[in-house]
Structure formats: C-alpha cells, structure tokens
Nanobody
Framework: QVQLVESGGGLVQPGGSLRLSCAASGSIKSISAQGWYRQAPGKERELVAT?????LYADSVKGRFTISTDNAKNTVYLQMDSLKPEDTAVYYC??????????????????WGQGTQVTVSS
C-alpha cells in the first residue's frame, strides 16, 4: 500500500505564492510519474502539472507554477507564484510507480493524495 500525504495549502492574496508538498510512503520500489491536479467547485478535476522525464504544465499555469521532486524523499512539490483567484481549488497529487506487496510481489500503483485547499482571495 502506498500512501500520499499533502501539505501546504491555505489562503493567499492575489499575486502571492504557496508551495504544496506531497510525500509518498510505503514499500516503494520506483516512481515513474508524479503530478498535480485541481478541482474547483462545480468543475471537473483538471491537470495542473506532471513530471516524468520531462515536465508538462496546463496552459493556465505556465510560467507561474513549477513542479519538482526530491527523489530521496519520494516527495513532489508544486511551487505556485503569481496566484490568481481562478487558481482557487482543491489540489490533489498523483503518483504512479511500483511497490512491494507481500502477497503479490512487485506491482504497479497509482495513488491520490487527500487533497489540499488553495484559496486565492483578497
């Protein structure tokens, strides 16, 4: 079982910054992809940024958000700068890879974080 714990959300004024963190724990053997998604009230969950061998950003956050990882800590970050009211949403991390299951051996996983609220408002 792989668990993800998110932190770093909160209330910030327009133009401000926040950094989200997502730490993965469990018998992880390897991580192949990590990403951040968000869901605003009344809207579907959408991709914000992903990182594999390269990074991919939604057009709406390019130049303002930066995704990065600390592989030694199995942690993915989302640095959010120049925040706008339309960035308000619940942010979820997503991690894919392989882990060791004592019954089934090494198997693939895809896990979601619990979500963290980001509110951009004056």
């Amino acid at each position: 079982q792989v668990q993800l714990v998110e932190s770093g959300g909160g209330l910030v004024q327009p133009g401000g910054s926040l950094r989200l963190s997502c730490a993965a724990s469990g018998s992880i053997k390897s991580i192949s992809a990590q990403g951040w998604y968000r869901q605003a009230p009344g809207k579907e969950r959408e991709l914000v940024a992903t990182i594999t061998a390269s990074t991919l950003y939604a057009d709406s956050v390019k130049g303002r958000f930066t995704i990065s990882t600390d592989n030694a800590k199995n942690t993915v970050y989302l640095q959010m700068d120049s925040l706008k009211p339309e960035d308000t949403a619940v942010y979820y991390c997503n991690v894919e890879g392989r882990y060791y299951n004592h019954m089934r051996g090494i198997i693939q996983f895809r896990s979601w974080g619990q979500g963290t609220q980001v509110t951009v408002s004056s």
